[in-house]
């Protein structure tokens, strides 16, 4: 085989053969395909695409590149949730607890943020002691303890993604619907779930800018998902303000607990629920999403959820007592206000430019080797179609090194016309 010939036959619009793939993928992944010639079979990629059989090939190969995750002695249907990455996105801490205390295995692997999005694993980093890389001994073990398990992905999970990735980055081919389904589920694959919920975000402040792009990534990743045997299901949700009000890492600790503890009427709220509804389904605990919904709220008006994230915490190294006392988490010396320069109705706020904000303040990485401030972060005081008067507080800032000045350009707009939200469910499938 030649790679001359898988990017002459892509690029004239051909499809590739699951062997040319795995002669590709294992390639990349031994360094024997000159980085020339994979990023040409990229570029022809992206513009020619690949249909749902040349993308689960894709998939598998990359999944096959590296270690992994072993779960079968594990019993029940393992359940995953992956979300492309939004501004203020706690839905993970959410809903692990909720569906591990419903009865079905969660067994989750999560990322570090970079630039205006935060990461998961930099959440849990902030509960003091929580260990957030666990071996797969440790993963394990969590998951038969406690039902839940999460842990940063090792190095050793899908090289071959990792290498490819770092060539679509500087050459210009990350958007590409097959491209990003392949990376995204050979992750998941590696990881050991056999059901996975689905969050595709939409909008500005998402990878997906448009719903038409948000919905073929969906149906793309859920195709691929299927073909391979796997029960998948996927929310196209709005990315356009920050989800909740919290932004950075022991802010987001706080908000998600709040949930956990109940009462709390929010679109943030709403959604972790209908993600862990949808995990109990894909898990078999439940049939309908009614039956699921009950059993969430029952999880948490009970106290169960909660008690399970105690007992995940406590079980993984960290102090469960955080959860009740957030003096004990990392915190803030001082807090500025951003105060209504007029008076109006909040038509928009952006979350890319407050995640980029957050990330200024230090509770995100600019570049990969960044250390975090984990107490550092925004309050989001209002909510769009909120009237709010002149001098009114719209953030608060928590601060230690940095102060976050200048504020971005654009970041609210408000106007003298009334105004509602959009839906945060866009569309599922
Ligand atoms: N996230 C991934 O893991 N891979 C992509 O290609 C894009 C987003």
């Given amino acids: 085989m030649r790679m001359y010939d898988l990017i002459y ?45 040349e993308t689960l090939a894709l998939t598998l190969a990359m999944r096959d590149s590296g270690a992994r995750m072993d779960l079968a002695a ?29 009865g079905v295995p969660c067994a989750m692997f999560s990322g570090r943020g ?47 993604d990792r290498k490819l990735y770092a060539l679509r980055d500087v050459t210009a081919t990350v958007e590409s619907i097959p491209l990003i389904t392949a990376s995204i589920m050979a992750k998941k694959l590696a990881g050991g779930c056999e059901a996975l919920v689905l969050d595709v975000k939409c909008g500005t402040g998402a990878f997906m800018k448009t719903p038409e792009q948000a919905r073929a990534l969906a149906q793309s990743m859920v195709a691929v998902g299927q073909a391979h045997g796997m029960r998948v299901k996927a929310l196209v949700t709005r990315m356009a303000e920050p989800l909740g009000w919290a932004i950075g890492n022991a802010l987001e600790v706080m908000e998600a607990v709040e949930i956990l503890k109940g009462g709390v009427d929010s679109d943030l709220a709403r959604m972790s629920l209908r993600l862990a509804a949808e995990m109990l389904i894909l898990g078999g605990a439940a049939g309908t999403l009614a039956e699921a919904g009950a059993m969430v709220d029952a999880a948490i008006t009970s106290g169960r959820a909660m008690a399970s994230f105690r007992a995940w915490v406590a079980h993984n190294g960290g102090d469960p007592a955080a959860l009740d006392d957030f003096s004990l988490l ?20 952006d979350s890319r430019a407050l995640g980029l904000l957050a990330m200024e303040l230090g509770a995100g990485r600019r570049s990969r080797n960044d250390q975090l401030d984990l107490g550092v972060g925004i309050r989001v005081e209002v909510q769009v179609g909120q009237w709010v008067d002149a001098g009114q507080k719209l953030l608060t800032l928590y601060c230690n090194e940095r102060d976050g000045n200048p504020l971005p350009d654009g970041w609210i707009t408000l106007g003298p016309a009334p105004c509602e939200p959009s839906p945060w469910l866009l569309e599922s499938f």
């Avoid at 051909?14 to 990023?39: H, M, Y």
């Avoid at 949730?81 to 909720?98: E, M, N, Y």
């Avoid at 001082?334 to 109705?345: I, K, M, N, Y």
Wanted: hydrophobic share 40%; aromatic share 4%.
């Fill in 330 to 349: 990392p915190g803030s010396r001082r807090t500025v206000a951003v105060t209504a320069p007029a008076a109006g109705f909040v038509q928009a706020m």
């Fill in 9 to 53: 036959t892509k690029k004239e619009g051909g499809r590739l053969s699951d062997e040319q793939i795995a002669f590709w993928v294992a390639g990349v992944t031994s360094g024997a395909v000159p980085e020339e010639q994979s990023a040409a079979l990229l570029m022809a990629i992206c513009w020619r695409g690949m249909d749902t059989r």
């Fill in 114 to 160: 970079l630039g205006h999005t935060g990461g998961t694993v930099d959440k849990y980093a902030a509960i003091p002691g929580l260990r957030v890389e666990l071996s797969p001994d440790a993963f394990r073990a969590s998951l038969r303890a406690t039902g839940f398990a999460n842990s940063a992905q090792t190095g050793d999970i899908c090289p071959a």
């Fill in 74 to 102: 594990v019993p029940g249907v393992k359940v995953d949730k992956h979300s492309t990455g939004g501004v203020g996105d706690k839905t993970t801490l959410v809903l692990g607890p909720i569906v591990a205390s419903c």
